[in-house]
C-alpha cells in the first residue's frame, strides 16, 4: 500500500515552460513533506520542504504547495531548465517519527530545448 | 566535506551468497537510514538507526536481511542467502542531530544484480 503516490512516471516539458509534478498521499498524520531530485548514478538530494501548516513554499525556480483537504501536493519549476532534468520524488514524514520519510516512487522530468 | 560513502558502488553475484553492503555516514550526523530503489515501489525505507541503536526495521524485507550500526561511522547491511529479487539499488542516508532532520543526505547508492 504505497501512502504517498506519484501517479505520473514521466513528464517532459520546454525549456522555459512551467513544470508541475504532482504527489498525491493517504496518511492524514503526515505534516511535513519534501521534495527530492535524483540524477543518474547519484543519490537524491533535498530540493525543497513544507510544513502542513503552510500551503505554499517557494525557493528561487521552485515553489511547492500543499491541498491538506485534497491530501495533494505539486512542485512547480519556473521556467524550466535543461539542467533539472532528473527523477523528482516525493516524501512525507508523519507526526511524532520525524526522522522517518515515505518517498514516492519518482517522476521522470525531461526538459527538452 | 565528504559526503555518505557506500561500497561497493556496484556488486553482481549469484543466487545464495552473502552480500555485504557498507556505508559511512556523514561526520557528526546521528540517523543513518538504508533505503531500496525499484522501479515498482520507488524508495522503500528498509531500516534506520538513531544513535547507532535500530529505532524501526519494519520495512526489512525478510530474515535474510540485516543491518548493524557497531559505531557512528559505519553500518552495514547484510542479505544472507541473496536472491535474484534482491537486485535492486540500495541507498545510505544520514540526518543530522536536531534542526532539519527531515533533510537527508544520501550516498551514492549500491546497485545490486543477483543473478
Known amino acids: 500500500d504505497q501512502q504517498v503516490k506519484q501517479n505520473s512516471p514521466s513528464l517532459s516539458v520546454q525549456e522555459g515552460r512551467i513544470s508541475i509534478l504532482n504527489c498525491d498521499y493517504t496518511?492524514?498524520?503526515?505534516?511535513?513533506f519534501l521534495w527530492y531530485k535524483k540524477y543518474p548514478a547519484e543519490g537524491p538530494t533535498f530540493l525543497i520542504s513544507?510544513?502542513?501548516?503552510?500551503d505554499k513554499n517557494e525557493d528561487g525556480r521552485f515553489t511547492v504547495f500543499l491541498n491538506k483537504s485534497a491530501k495533494h501536493l505539486s512542485l512547480h519549476i519556473v521556467p524550466s531548465q535543461p539542467g533539472d532534468s532528473a527523477v523528482y520524488f516525493c516524501?512525507?514524514?508523519?507526526?511524532?517519527?520525524?526522522?522517518?520519510?515515505?518517498f514516492g516512487t519518482g517522476t521522470r522530468l525531461q526538459v527538452t530545448l | 566535506d565528504a559526503g555518505v560513502i557506500q561500497s561497493p558502488r556496484h556488486e553482481v553475484t549469484e543466487m545464495g551468497q552473502e552480500v555485504t553492503l557498507r556505508c559511512k555516514p556523514i561526520?557528526?550526523?546521528?540517523?543513518l537510514f538504508w533505503y531500496r530503489q525499484t522501479m515498482m515501489r520507488g524508495l522503500e525505507l528498509l531500516i534506520y538507526?538513531?544513535?547507532?541503536?535500530?529505532?524501526?526495521d519494519s520495512g526489512m524485507p525478510e530474515d535474510r536481511f540485516s543491518a548493524k550500526m557497531p559505531n557512528a561511522s559505519f553500518s552495514t547491511l547484510k542479505i544472507q542467502p541473496s536472491e535474484p529479487r534482491d537486485s535492486a539499488v540500495y541507498f545510505c542516508?544520514?540526518?543530522?542531530?536536531?534542526?532539519?532532520?527531515?533533510?537527508?543526505?544520501f550516498g551514492p547508492g549500491t546497485r545490486l544484480t543477483v543473478l
Open positions: 496518511n492524514s498524520m503526515f505534516d511535513y
Open positions: 538507526f538513531n544513535n547507532n541503536v535500530p529505532i524501526d
Open positions: 542516508a544520514s540526518s543530522p542531530a536536531g534542526g532539519r532532520i527531515w533533510e537527508q543526505f
Open positions: 516524501a512525507a514524514s508523519e507526526t511524532g517519527t520525524a526522522s522517518k520519510l515515505t
Open positions: 513544507i510544513s502542513s501548516i503552510k
Open positions: 561526520s557528526g550526523h546521528n540517523s
